[in-house]
């Protein structure tokens, strides 16, 4: 009787446990992405409105390219003005 409620309390554990969604293997890098601002635009706009249909792995992509445009590779270090503001 144990063995029998050990084993179904393991199948329905097993049944609860994460889904693995297929990766696309067809969505465009994030260099691809971010060499296109209108595209990337209207990707945007798209992920805003109907992401479940586009998947989180592309709306994620876009997400990062939008970062990368905004933001540049990250070389350029912060320069102070040379007077300070007057408040």
């Known amino acids: 009787m ?16 994460p889904k693995d969604a ?6 465009p890098s994030v260099e ?3 060499s296109d ?5 209207e990707l945007r706009q798209q992920c805003k ?6 998947g989180d792995v592309f709306c994620n992509r876009v997400a990062e390219a939008t970062r990368k445009r905004f933001y540049g590779d990250g070389s350029t270090p912060y320069t102070p003005p040379e007077n300070p503001p007057k408040f």
């Open 2 to 17: 144990r063995k029998a409620i050990a084993f179904v309390l393991v199948a329905v554990l097993t049944g609860c446990g």
């Open 49 to 54: 409105t109907d992401r479940p249909k586009l």
């Open 32 to 34: 691809e992405l971010a």
């Open 37 to 41: 601002p209108v595209r990337l635009k």
């Open 22 to 27: 297929p990766e696309k293997k067809d969505v």
